[in-house]
């Protein structure tokens, strides 16, 4: 359940399992979090140091300006992108 190439698509689908499940406005940031990739977590966990609360809206905002950022193929797309080739000897 993570929201890949299309952030938009996968909140509508989140919002329907929300629905089907009768899950409180409060509780869907808590589950959703448990579904994302690593990059995804990073930013989130950065949302949560900036925030004191983090409400659905504001964590579906920041994961489509998340997206549309790693997009455009910013420094901070580039920055969580880093992967390790070879060993580290």
Known sequence: ???GKDPVNWI???E???DLHGVPLLQKVRITSNYLEPN???CYKGL???KPLVTWSIFMEE???H?????????????????Q????D
């Open 67 to 83: 997206y549309e950022d790693t997009k455009r193929n910013t420094l901070f797309s580039k920055l969580i992108n880093i992967k």
């Open 48 to 50: 949560c140091s900036r």
């Open 40 to 42: 995804q977590f990073l």
């Open 16 to 18: 329907k399992y929300f």
């Open 63 to 65: 994961m489509i300006t």
């Open 85 to 88: 080739k070879g060993s580290m």
């Open 1 to 3: 359940m993570v929201y």
């Open 12 to 14: 509508l689908q989140m």
